[in-house]
């Protein structure tokens, strides 16, 4: 099983990106499909979540800004990002949960993001 992610950069406030996870060795349909996110000094919190059978949630501090979605036939899920803000800097990890005849989860290992003031 393996998560890559791609798409992390520098950026100025207010632009946008877009995060891939590609996933391997499983149908990431199938899963529980997250982003979270790390700053330095601080822990790992979520920023959005889509569940197998596509419902979304968000961190509060991303509403309306960040879009989480996925593409079956690539078996990737996005983080599209828009209006960035320097708070958002981090890096951003891919997180998977699934069941098959017991919980497996995974992480990716994280792509940068940089928003300039």
């Known amino acids: 099983v393996q998560l890559v992610e791609s798409g992390g950069g520098l950026v100025q406030a207010g632009g946008s990106l877009r995060l891939s996870c590609a996933a391997s060795?499983?149908?990431?349909?199938?899963?529980?499909m997250s982003w979270y996110h790390q700053a330095p000094g601080k822990e790992r919190e979520l920023v959005a979540v889509i569940s197998s059978s596509d419902s979304t949630n968000y961190a509060d501090s991303v509403k309306g800004r960040f879009t989480i979605s996925r593409d079956n036939a690539k078996n990737t899920v996005y983080l599209q990002m828009n209006s960035l803000k320097p708070e958002d800097t981090a890096v951003y990890y891919c997180y998977a949960k699934y069941w098959v005849l017991g919980w497996y989860n995974y992480w990716g290992q994280g792509t940068q993001v940089t928003v300039s003031s």
């Open positions: 060795g499983f149908t990431a349909s199938s899963a529980a």
